[in-house]
């Protein structure tokens, strides 16, 4: 009877996976975050210091804020192309994650490039090379990002998706955050900045606390009160973040600063973690009020709000620099300025990545999608009607964009915090300060009135599932 049952449930598209699974899917993320992470976190970094984009640190902050914030209007233009493409084809290996591959060797050589310095000061190949990058990321996270709900209906297990993706993105987050920083000083034959990397670390470390935690988290407190919780803390350590190194200098109170560092980024990945569960939710909703799910259209609207938060992200670190008159530190500051280094460290990172998303490949099967003739008239126009007639996608929206600015402003100022702030002049280490705490903690006061709007429970999507699987029988 358990056989027939679970067939059964298996037939109307409520599928179990194993944990090989479970675990080749989040190697997707892990992928994506050994690449585009270290993309986010260090590249402001390396054209300032290293590269050079504008001939002095200031100016090169102030065109790299510009040039990312350019990149991103183009994304706008070339998500929903992306998304409507995946939403109307259905390629021989896979109708999301054939892009896993086709995808990820061309993302894999413009990373690379990315850190190439060649060309510097170039600002044109710095275009090429970023813009190019970006829209092959596209190329894979809109479809990786709909792969999920593909996957199954069962909100149990796409809960368990999401926390095995999220807990490997953070375990490509720490693998670049804390180790980024050591692998180029041991490529640079420089001293090993550990006081950076285990800072830098810090920012995923608590994810493999935490994150398992979440399904039993979510069914204690609820939905809404697991978001107000984790942003709460989120604001908490970023204040203490704050105060603690205007009391003296950061390695003097170093300790403290680990801490408040914790703290943070404990109530930062909790919260941003959980958010690519309710993805699911609104192709779900959608498909509940039109008939059609199309999940390349809704991961492409996605796609445009993160990367809509991260051109807000992105361009504030590089402008609020310039406006402060930041200045590159001596030869001797914590992270080595070896161009080679930076190279093959990029170059190590991104074809790890590239296997993983092999693996990812091989690991995954499109079980719950529309067939050829329910998707053959998908348009670009059916984005920004999905956005216009789904209440709770317009409402995931506004959460991603002030999320992904929050963690762009932050990741990207993390290094020049730990890269002696204490020799800068006074302008430049509070814009700093303002970057790693006081910006982020108002967009995180923000993200928690957007998301009190939420009206999608678990017990309301639980019903709209059972009534899709009635209509289609």
């Not at 942003?231 to 801490?259: C, H, N, P, Q, R």
Request: hydrophobic fraction near 50%; proline fraction near 3%; charged fraction near 15%.
């Amino acid at each position: 009877m358990k056989e027939m049952a679970t067939s059964l449930q298996e037939s109307k598209g409520f599928y179990k996976l194993s944990w090989v699974q479970r675990i080749g899917f989040g190697a997707g993320d892990l992928a994506q975050n050994l690449i585009y992470q270290t993309i986010c976190m260090y590249l402001l970094f390396f054209y300032t210091d290293v590269y050079v984009l504008g001939g002095d640190a200031a100016k090169s902050a102030g065109l790299a804020g510009t040039m990312f914030l350019v990149v991103r209007l183009v994304d706008v233009l070339w998500d929903p192309l992306v998304g409507t493409f995946v939403d109307k084809h259905n390629p021989a290996m896979g109708k999301y994650r054939s892009y896993l591959v086709m995808g990820g060797v061309p993302l894999t050589i413009l990373a690379i490039l990315c850190f190439w310095n060649g060309f510097a000061p170039s600002l044109i190949y710095a275009y090429i090379t970023y813009v190019g990058m970006s829209m092959l990321y596209t190329l894979i996270n809109v479809p990786y990002g709909a792969l999920n709900s593909s996957l199954t209906r069962d909100t149990n297990e796409i809960t368990i998706l999401t926390s095995v993706r999220m807990f490997m993105a953070n375990v490509g987050g720490l693998c670049v955050s804390a180790g980024v920083p050591i692998l180029v000083a041991i490529l640079a034959g420089a001293e090993l900045p550990l006081e950076m990397a285990l800072f830098m670390g810090l920012g995923s470390l608590p994810s493999f606390i935490f994150m398992p935690l979440v399904p039993a988290i979510k069914r204690r407190v609820g939905k809404k009160n697991m978001f107000y919780i984790f942003l709460s803390i989120a604001i908490v350590g970023m204040a203490m973040l704050y105060f603690i190194s205007k009391m003296g200098t950061v390695k003097e109170d170093i300790t403290l600063v680990y801490i408040a560092q914790f703290i943070k980024s404990t109530g930062v990945i909790v919260a941003t973690g959980y958010m690519w569960a309710l993805i699911p939710e609104v192709i779900s909703y959608g498909e509940y009020t039109t008939g059609r799910r199309i999940s390349g259209i809704v991961n492409a609207l996605t796609g445009i709000f993160f990367k809509a938060g991260m051109a807000l992200g992105g361009v504030i670190p590089g402008w609020v620099l310039a406006w402060t008159n930041y200045q590159a530190a001596a030869e001797a500051n914590t992270l080595p300025k070896d161009s080679h280094a930076w190279f093959y460290t990029m170059l190590i990172f991104a074809l790890v990545g590239l296997g993983l998303l092999i693996f990812c490949f091989s690991q995954t099967k499109e079980r719950v999608v529309m067939d050829e003739s329910e998707t053959k008239n998908v348009k670009v126009s059916d984005l920004w009607t999905e956005f216009m007639r789904n209440r709770p996608l317009r409402i995931i929206a506004l959460f991603f964009i002030t999320a992904f600015a929050m963690m762009s402003v932050g990741n990207a100022a993390g290094a020049y915090f730990m890269n002696d702030l204490e020799l800068q002049t006074p302008e430049a280490q509070e814009g700093i300060r303002w970057l790693v705490c006081v910006i982020p903690a108002l967009l995180l006061l923000l993200a928690m009135f957007i998301i009190s709007k939420y009206e999608l429970s678990d017990e309301v999507i639980d019903d709209i599932n059972r009534k899709i699987e009635s209509r289609n029988q």
